[in-house]
């Protein structure tokens, strides 16, 4: 027991997860614990209304990554340099009156974008390992149990990543509960 006491209804912040980290240290389930924290967080979404960020406690926050790379990144630029006029000849790439408006739909178009970035990197991953462990049939490898459900279990392969199935049908005539 880490001695962490949370009460009913209580606010979670950023602070609360740092003290449950803190009193992990360097116990054998960290990686559990430590997962189970990411799972609990609200999946990060992009929106026209200031939302902060949760983890860093900050009531505005905006990031920057490559706007190359990343629409919201060049919207946010846009935004920035229309808003305090820091160029002259911005109103050619600068945000329109339509973009503004519509910012909430290009919002949800592009965190649906990332959640399916997200999505066909994880099948990539589970791929690779499927390929990879297809040639090792019969050998014993170490996983980590990660969900449990009335069919079966997930587990992912320590060391490689990607996710399995294990039905419960393939474990034999023992008894679970």
């Not at 962490?4 to 209580?10: H, K, P, T, W, Y």
């Not at 066909?120 to 991953?125: D, I, P, Y």
């Amino acid at each position: 027991t880490f001695e962490i006491a949370f009460a009913l209804g209580q606010v979670i912040t950023p602070a609360t997860f740092n003290r449950l980290i803190d009193k992990l240290g360097e116990v054998e389930f960290r990686t559990e614990v430590m997962e189970q924290i990411l799972r609990s967080q609200t999946q990060a979404y992009y929106g026209p209304q200031n939302s902060g960020h949760f983890g860093l406690s900050l009531g505005s926050y905006a990031h920057f990554t490559s706007p190359i790379r990343r629409y919201s990144d060049l919207i946010v630029h846009r935004s920035l340099v229309g808003a305090y006029g820091l160029n002259p000849q911005a109103e050619a790439t600068a945000l329109t009156k339509d973009d503004a408006e519509r910012m909430k739909l290009i919002g949800e178009v592009i965190s649906a974008a990332e959640r399916r970035a997200m999505e066909a990197a994880r099948e990539t991953v589970d791929r690779y390992v499927a390929a990879f462990l297809a040639m090792r049939v019969g050998e014993i490898v170490a996983t980590r149990i990660t969900g449990v459900t009335n069919f079966g279990f997930f587990a992912t392969v320590e060391g490689l990543g990607g996710d399995g199935l294990v039905p419960i049908s393939t474990l034999g005539t023992e008894y679970f509960r």
